[in-house]
């Protein structure tokens, strides 16, 4: 019937604006206002306890001043920008340069003064990731054979300057290691999971299982 | 109903409060007119704080609303529930740099914002919102409220044509030019609707109108109230029959080129419609303050007022907009028939119930009992054009046929 | 008597302009509210994508292929790796091509979800439609970022293959997305295709006949809508699509209703075929072993996929060294555009705006 199709679509936004479930999954980045009882979730406390025993907060809360955090919730698959690097993995061979599309990775190494007879023969002087220009592809992290760069698992990297946004050796070097899972099966079957705060040494990230004492000994036994 | 000079609103207790300082003063009796002049004065200056205030509150809640039937959340960070954010908005506009294109005409271009603010805000002076008293207007008993009504509305075609000619650009231009053919149309099935109303009260006056009301004239005649309804949703240029700014084709329309405080003042008149639409509704159709007697008529007014602006938000959020060809061709062939028909009808019923000795005690109005029969008699034939409209009109014109894959390309594809 | 002259006003509809899909600039003539003369400009957003990718390697193009049509990045790394892979002859694992074709099927809905929604913010119905469609198109969204770590540009396949397999808890988010989702599209059907409004608006609207689409090249639900039963996956079945079962939907005449309401049963084949692919799938290798600079013979080949704007084609010619010699696209949006002028001319201001926005044209693509 002409003119029942205009009622219908009012029926739908009516349906959209009153039931729950079809809200839009909203999440208030960076934070948001808490209500007396999300504070007291977050202090594991019991509503009722948590006014009683916190009017003031209750108080701010009400007139909208306390806020929490709120944040998409990421797969640990996300490729972000924070890369973690082991300087233990890594031999300096470039793979990770050659392969990036945007040629942002910049690798110098020089002979190194301890143990060169042993074959550690280069140490990594500059490791510089321009992540201003990176596109977050995740071809360098394909193409390192050591596992030794990884896909960050943040992406809060606003900074003032450009030159702010060269990742340098230092920093690297320095910075709380969550890898990404990104192309990495072996940090998902250990459960790795950078959102919900877990790091990774060096030992732990490689593609491979390093030989046990026992394993080794055998092995050098069979020998 | 005997006006009550208690409370401070009416026109005239202010009036004789005046009077009584200035005679307490020392003036004579050839002062009268300071009194009419500050009564005036300190009319206008609440209706303007008053309707500005409820205008920045009004924008909040329609972009709550919005928000939710998009099921999104609107804004919420400014004050709790984000109701200062008009207050920031307005701020912001104000701090802005006023520009005026170089080839703008420019003192219209100036006076296009305070010619569109003024007939919106002279609007709420007749409307009786009910005082806690009895129903009275601001400025009293205009015997001839509703006229006034439609004479300054149509400033408002004025307006927008001011404002998109001075701006000397083209999305402004074609703005304009669709509003004025609009606002123009709009206004005869806007007249016809009301005539209807004047038919069963008998009054131009605001006032009359609602106590005439003994029945709710949407219930009494329901055609009319959809025709009027229409025709202002048109008026104020909102969904489907936002024509005038179409953001989708025209970036802004008329207000292309306005920012700063000019920019607010139009938004300020655009966001006003909505309220003094409903206001007038309320009154014409809503039965105005009437109410049953637990709360005050104040109270009755505001709660109608806000079921017909939460409706127009409805609509708002849900329909696309028609084109302009199609909005015309509505109020010049829908709107005027239905208009036109409503009158004859209102008219027959009346002078029928009359000759049957259905008028009230005010020999203009009729009584409750043959407003019902008539009400009842209207809710029958407006079904039965709505039925006779949807079957013929619908079943002519948007049935689509089969789809027939076409000769030209059918190649080779296998049938799954 | 002396009459009021006259004159057209030409108006230039962009590149800034909210309803072009991007920079995309009309030099509308108008005679009142009606359009007499039009002429497209473009080129605002030209990247040499073609230029970049003669000096890039085989697989570093993947993610330039990302950024041309960037709602559908998954249609275009599909036909870019597909070329590579008929260039250099490289082998597919079987269960690589099904989950392809899952997330280009999935890719699909989303780009089709977008072209709706903004084909009804064009309507003026305030957003509305949009913010519904954002809001399932978020799931797909949320489900590639489980696949490969990125929404938009994903760079997920590889010649060869994809570059990794999905990961477990992706096949249940799957399972749940697809059992939602018919309800979804009648929800958004029944705000949509009866509407009175929207109809008086669309039909009749832009009248694309079958005979001047296929004279102008118009591929894609353009040309079904066209009534031209036309269907890369079902004429030259790609990857595992001559394995599942669907229909290709078709219009009656060819105007925006038409195009509108094709895409919208294009979205629930593609909810067929997926379910179809998730009970074929078996475990299995994703990526065959390619060499890390691939080396393709000399030689040329083209290949193209049914994307979700049209036939979407690479052409490529190797002469034997780690990047390509020559690199061309066939990019559907653009060729689209071809009648663009023709099916607006006479039509009113608010018409132009829908028939644009009904041919779903991304700017990424067009401008390359």
């Known amino acids: 019937m002409y003119g029942l199709g205009l009622f219908k679509g009012l029926g739908v936004t009516m349906k959209n604006l009153v039931s729950p479930s079809r809200q839009f999954n909203i999440v208030q980045y960076p934070n948001r206002r808490a209500s007396p009882f999300d504070l007291a979730k977050v202090d594991n406390q019991n509503p009722v306890s948590f006014i009683a025993t916190h009017p003031l907060k209750t108080l701010r809360s009400l007139l909208g001043l306390e806020t929490i955090t709120d944040r998409m919730p990421q797969h640990a698959n996300f490729r972000g920008e924070e890369f973690a690097w082991y300087d233990r993995r890594c031999t300096g061979c470039a793979s990770c340069a050659k392969y990036c599309p945007l040629g942002i990775i910049k690798i110098v190494t020089g002979t190194s003064g301890v143990n060169q007879q042993e074959g550690q023969s280069y140490d990594i002087d500059v490791f510089d990731i321009d992540i201003g220009r990176c596109m977050f592809c995740g071809l360098c992290v394909e193409a390192c054979p050591y596992d030794a760069l990884h896909m960050g698992s943040g992406f809060e990297e606003g900074k003032y300057r450009r030159s702010d946004l060269v990742i340098n050796i230092d920093q690297l070097k320095s910075a709380e290691k969550k890898p990404s899972t990104w192309f990495r099966p072996q940090l998902t079957s250990r459960g790795h999971d950078p959102i919900k705060g877990s790091t990774a040494d060096w030992e732990e990230v490689g593609r491979h299982e390093k030989p046990s004492l026992e394993d080794q000994s055998e092995r050098w036994a069979k020998r | ?416 | 008597m002396a009459t009021i002259r006259t004159e057209p006003v030409t108006i230039n509809l962009g590149p800034q302009h909210p309803s072009t899909h991007g920079v995309f600039r009309l030099r509308v003539t108008f005679d009142g509210e009606k359009i007499v003369d039009l002429e497209p400009v473009f080129g605002y957003l030209h990247r040499g994508t073609e230029k970049l990718a003669e000096s890039r390697n085989y697989v570093q193009i993947v993610t330039l292929t990302d950024r041309m049509d960037y709602v559908a990045s998954m249609s275009n790394n599909l036909a870019y790796v597909r070329t590579v892979e008929k260039l250099s002859d490289i082998k597919v694992p079987e269960r690589a091509q099904y989950i392809r074709v899952i997330s280009v099927e999935l890719q699909r809905i989303a780009s089709h979800l977008m072209a709706t929604g903004f084909l009804l913010n064009d309507l003026g119905a305030l957003a509305t439609p949009l913010v519904y469609c954002f809001r399932e198109r978020e799931r797909i969204l949320d489900l590639f970022e489980m696949l490969c770590g990125a929404r938009i540009t994903l760079s997920y396949m590889r010649p060869g293959g994809v570059f990794q397999d999905a990961p477990e808890e992706f096949w249940g988010s799957l399972n749940t997305l697809i059992s939602d989702f018919p309800s979804y599209l009648d929800e958004l059907e029944s705000l949509i295709t009866t509407n009175e409004i929207v109809l008086a608006r669309t039909i009749g609207v832009g009248l694309l006949s079958d005979a001047q689409a296929i004279d102008s090249g118009v591929t894609g639900p353009m040309l079904r809508a066209s009534s031209v039963k036309w269907d890369l996956r079902k004429a030259n079945p790609y990857e595992i699509y001559d394995r599942v079962n669907f229909d290709v939907p078709i219009g009656s005449s060819g105007d925006t209703y038409d195009r509108y309401y094709v895409r919208l049963q294009e979205m629930r084949e593609s909810i067929k075929i997926i379910s179809q692919c998730i009970e074929q799938i078996e475990p299995g290798p994703v990526r065959t072993e390619t060499p890390f600079f691939i080396r393709p013979p000399i030689g040329e080949a083209y290949s193209s996929v049914e994307g979700p704007k049209g036939e979407l084609g690479f052409y490529m010619v190797s002469d034997g060294g780690i990047s390509p010699y020559r690199f061309k696209v066939r990019a559907p949006s653009f060729i689209n555009l071809t009648p663009l002028r023709d099916m607006i001319t006479g039509w009113k201001m608010g018409d132009l705006i829908i028939i644009l926005g009904s041919i779903d044209i991304v700017l990424g693509e067009v401008d390359r």
Do not use: C, H
């Open chain 2, 1 to 416: 109903m005997a006006p009550t000079p208690a409370l401070f609103i009416s026109f005239e207790s202010l009036q004789i409060f005046f009077a009584g300082l200035i005679e307490l003063i020392g003036f004579g009796e050839s002062f009268k007119w300071l009194a009419t002049l500050l009564a005036g004065i300190s009319i206008s200056f609440l209706i303007i704080n008053v309707m500005v205030m409820a205008t920045a509150f009004y924008t909040w809640f329609e972009r709550r609303m919005i928000a939710r039937f998009q099921v999104r959340r609107g804004p919420n960070r400014n004050g709790p529930f984000g109701m200062l954010q008009p207050f920031a908005d307005v701020l912001k506009l104000i701090m802005k740099e006023d520009t005026i294109p170089d080839e703008a005409d420019k003192p219209v271009f100036t006076l296009a914002p305070i010619a569109l603010l003024a007939p919106t805000l002279m609007i709420m002076i007749v409307i009786p919102f009910g005082t806690f008293i009895d129903d009275q207007a601001f400025l009293s008993n205009l015997n001839i409220g509703i006229l006034f009504i439609v004479g300054v509305t149509s400033v408002n075609s004025i307006a927008i044509f001011m404002a998109g000619w001075a701006s000397r650009n083209k999305y402004a231009i074609l703005g304009s030019m669709r509003g004025a053919a609009m606002l123009i149309s709009y206004e005869i099935p806007m007249a016809l609707g009301i005539t209807s109303v004047l038919i069963l009260s008998g009054s131009l006056a605001m006032t009359e109108i609602v106590s005439s009301q003994s029945v709710w004239f949407i219930l009494v005649m329901p055609m009319g109230f959809f025709v009027f309804m229409a025709a202002s949703t048109a008026e104020m240029s909102r969904t489907p029959f936002d024509q005038i700014e179409a953001e989708s084709e025209l970036g802004s329309g008329y207000n292309t080129e306005y920012s700063g405080i000019k920019f607010a003042v139009l938004f300020l008149a655009e966001f006003m419609a909505p309220l003094v639409t409903a206001a007038v509704v309320t009154t014409l159709f809503l039965g105005g303050s009437r109410g049953f007697d637990f709360l005050p008529g104040g109270i009755w007014f505001a709660l109608k007022m806000f079921i017909i602006i939460f409706v127009l938000l409805w609509f708002r959020s849900t329909w696309p907009r028609l084109r302009i060809d199609q909005i015309m061709g509505f109020a010049w062939k829908t709107l005027f028939g239905l208009g036109l028909f409503n009158i004859f009808l209102v008219a027959l019923e009346f002078s029928l119930a009359d000759q049957f000795g259905g008028l009230a005690s005010d020999k203009v109005s009729l009584t409750p009992k043959y407003m019902l029969i008539i009400g009842a008699i209207n809710w029958i034939i407006t079904i039965a054009i709505i039925l006779i409209m949807a079957n013929v009109v619908g079943r002519k014109k948007y049935t689509r046929p089969e789809p027939t894959p076409s000769p030209l390309a059918n190649m080779g594809i296998k049938e799954s």
